[in-house]
């Protein structure tokens, strides 16, 4: 079974940083693709970013130059460094993985549970 955890969502105000983290833990042979999406209230889940295992990063244009996507592929785990953050980031961040389990010979989409990103003045 595996799962993602995720951390350091928070209450900020307009033009403060926050950085969350995913961890995945479980029976993980391998993982390619992790990152992270968001949904804003009444709107669609949209990608914010995505890191391949080689360490292509691709970015919704909405935060290029804000927020940074890195990872360590040792400790399963994804990270968001969101800076100058806006109003309109306020959303629930889900991270997201692209697993092969132990035993496993095709590789799975798995999420967490979502962490709340508000950002307010």
């Known amino acids: 079974q595996v799962q993602l955890v995720e951390s350091g969502g928070g209450l900020v105000q307009p033009g403060g940083s926050l950085r969350l983290s995913c961890a995945a833990s479980?029976?993980?042979?391998?993982?390619?693709?992790m990152g992270w999406y968001r949904q804003a209230p009444g709107k669609q889940r949209e990608l914010a970013a995505t890191?391949?295992?080689?360490?292509?990063?691709n970015y919704a244009d909405s935060v290029k130059g804000r927020f940074t996507i890195s990872r360590d592929n040792v400790k399963n785990t994804v990270y968001l460094q969101m800076n100058s953050l806006k109003v309109e980031d306020s959303a629930v961040y889900y991270c997201?993985?692209?697993?092969?389990?132990?035993?496993?010979?095709?590789?799975?989409?798995?999420w967490g549970q979502g962490t709340q990103v508000t950002v307010s003045s």
């Open positions: 890191n391949t295992r080689g360490g292509s990063t």
């Open positions: 479980g029976s993980i042979f391998n993982i390619n693709d």
């Open positions: 997201y993985a692209r697993i092969r389990s132990t035993g496993g010979v095709r590789w799975s989409d798995y």
